[in-house]
Structures are given as C-alpha cells and as structure tokens.
C-alpha cells in the first residue's frame, strides 16, 4: 500500500482515507439476472452490497443490506490515515455458500461474522455472532461448516450452519495460527481444499501457509506450517486437482511478486511445484477458471499498473506466463475477483483512493485461450473501503 507520500509495502491493495457507508439501493427484481455479486463496505454501520449479474455479464446494483455490525479500520504498511487504513487487506472477506443461497461477511470492527439468506425480495439478515477472536477478515465455508479467521488474534473459529443460514458455534474450534505477525502483516486469507476436510491459512508477515486437518467432529488439529517458496504469501485458490495456487509478494522493497503451485497431500502436506513471476506491482489476489486451465491473478498496483496476470495451468501443476491486462484509465489500486460460476466473467474491485471518492467494479469477459476483454464498469457508487467480492 501507499500513502499519500510514496512509499513502499508488503500488502495488496492501495487506500488513503476513510469515505462513508455505500448508499441505500432500492431492490430490483431478481427475475431477470442469472447471478449475483458481494461486496462489502466495511463502515460503520457495514454493509454487504448486492449486484444481479445480467446474462451479457454487465451488474447492477440492487440492494445494501446491514450486517449487524462494524467495518474495522487498522494501520496498515504504507496505509495509515486516521482511523487506520480503510479497507481490508485480506481475501475472502465475503464468501457465498456452495449453493449460492447463503452469504457470509466479516465485521472486523465488532469482531463477529454475519449470514444472510437470499429470498426472493432480496438478501436478508440471519444471525450475528461473535468471531471469537479480534479482528476477523476471511470466511470460508463447505458443506454446512463455515470458518473464520481472525487477524489481530491469529486464529480460526468455525461454525455449523442451517439450510436456512443460521450459525452455531462448534465449542472447541478455535485454534491458533503457528505465528501470529504484528498488527499489519497478520495472515490473508482462509479457504477449505476442495475435500472439505483442510483448511489453509496465509501467513504474510511469517512467509510460510499453515495447513489444518479436521478431525471427525470438524474441529481443526494444530496448525502445521509450510514455508512458502517465495516470500509473503497472500491470495489461493485450489484448481481440480485440489492443487494450491498462491500468489507471493516475493520482494518487499520493490513488490515484485510471483504466483506459485503446490501439491497438497491427503494428510495436509504442502510441496513446492512451480513458481513464475507476476510481471507486475504486488500480486494478491488469485482466481482459477471453473475448467481448471486457467489462472488471472491480480496485480494490485499501488500507484504502479494495476494489471491481471494471466497463466495457463497444466495438468502438472506448471504455469504458462500468457500475458498482462493493460490498466483501466487511472486506477490507483485493484484488490478482490471473482469469476462467474460459469467462468464466462471476471470482476475485479478497484476501491477509491482517497476521501470523497467512490469505488466500482471492473467487469471482463474471459475469452478462449484465457482472454480478458474489459467490457464495462459500474457505476461508481461504492464508498471509500468496499472491500471483498464473490458470487453465484
């Protein structure tokens, strides 16, 4: 991140002040949109923010609905503003359910997460609870089980969850990170593998991704570490193969960064495949196509371009450099993606840089051979610290 000075940093995105809460949009009908994307606001009160996805990939915004609690702002490298940097730099600070029925969000102000259910009159609130932990910035769900990391803390908490949405805690799930860095270069992200039975957590500030296996009453065991093959590692996804694919901010001083695969074991083991670089400022942010050949990989920016790095992913694990996106006009900074579930579009956030702008959402279509063609951009109507994305 930068402030307004120029300044160097070990995290993926690029804020400079806090703006309010996204507004109010009235609820459209759903009838006409095949799928939907969240984000987040990350104010006070937080929001989750609805957009349909129409069938030609072009959003629209439908609906900003309260968490129940507060966004969470906290000095980051390079980001510093009062009250503190105004997004979260994390990954996963929304996630949507393997059904697409149900919506989780991180408030990292009042330590808790919240779920909601989609009706059809809109997303509406289900439960509120605590983290149990300080300063939550990742959820990731499978099955009925949804877990949650916590930054500040360095820790995981899970929970089940109803068909309906609603969160009980699992007593006795809440297990330590195997470090815990200072405030500022905590862990990134958490996600399941694609068994359900493995949690993996991105340990930034430590350099190394913490595995943990769940045992029968899906409660994780102790961390186990795996130092990653290039420093700071940040975003993952897992590919078909249940393969691991992350991107690493492999040099601190000039942000460099590469994207890397790694073989997972049945028993949570990480080893090391392939590592080729992002050819771009602070790679962060990883998504992989719903046929598994493909990787974009964000390459946040930071007053530098902000470019997607495209790979194609072999059966081996091998990445294939295919080429850069070029920057959209001036963006400062690009942090969260998501694909649609059919891989047909990508959505990139790019948050406002500084008090009184406003943040939008990149919209691509993914062509043959892993082509990004930009094809629009929503209105600019989200507040400074939109933070997150996903969607069904």
Request: net charge positive.
């Amino acid at each position: 991140m930068r402030h307004l000075r120029p300044a160097r940093t070990l995290v993926g995105a690029v804020i400079l002040a806090v703006g309010a809460t996204g507004a109010i949009a009235p609820v459209a009908s759903a009838a006409k949109y095949v799928g939907a994307v969240y984000t987040q606001t990350n104010g006070a009160p937080n929001r989750v923010v609805v957009f349909g996805r129409q069938s030609n990939g072009k959003l629209v915004e439908l609906q900003s609905v309260k968490t129940g609690g507060t966004g969470g702002h906290q000095a980051q490298p390079g980001c510093t503003p009062p009250p503190g940097c105004p997004i979260l730099d994390a990954d996963s600070e929304v996630n949507v359910s393997p059904n697409g029925r149900l919506v989780f969000a991180v408030n990292a102000g009042s330590n808790t997460v919240t779920s909601f259910r989609q009706t059809s009159s809109g997303l509406k609130r289900v439960s509120v609870k605590s983290s149990v932990g300080k300063f939550p910035t990742s959820v990731t769900s499978a099955g009925n089980l949804l877990y949650v990391l916590n930054q500040n803390s360095g820790n995981i908490s899970g929970f089940h969850f109803s068909s309906n949405g609603t969160l009980h805690a699992i007593a006795g799930s809440s297990q330590a990170l195997s470090a815990n860095p200072p405030v500022g270069f905590g862990a990134r992200q958490i996600g399941f593998d694609r068994t359900g039975r493995l949690l993996v957590v991105s340990v930034l500030g430590a350099s190394v991704i913490d595995t943990f296996v769940l045992d029968s009453s899906d409660k994780p065991l102790a961390a186990t570490p795996f130092p990653s093959s290039t420093p700071l590692p940040f975003g993952f996804a897992f590919d078909l193969r249940n393969r691991l694919v992350v991107s690493q901010l492999s040099n601190p001083m000039t942000l460099q960064g590469h994207t890397a695969t790694y073989d997972v074991s049945s028993s949570g083991g990480l080893a090391a495949n392939n590592t080729q670089s992002s050819q771009g400022t602070a790679p962060c942010w990883v998504a992989i196509t719903k046929s598994g050949r493909y990787v974009f990989v964000v390459n946040t920016g930071g007053g530098a371009p902000a470019t997607i790095a495209r790979y194609r992913l072999e059966n081996s694990g091998v990445l294939t450099f295919l080429g850069l996106t070029p920057p959209n006009g001036n963006e400062f900074a690009r942090t969260d993606e998501v694909l649609s579930r059919d891989s047909k579009y990508l959505y990139v956030l790019a948050p406002s840089i500084m008090k009184g702008n406003t943040s939008h959402i990149d919209e691509y279509r993914v062509g043959s051979g892993g082509s990004l063609t930009l094809i629009g951009v929503t209105p600019s109507t989200l507040a400074v610290g939109a933070s997150g994305l996903d969607g069904r």
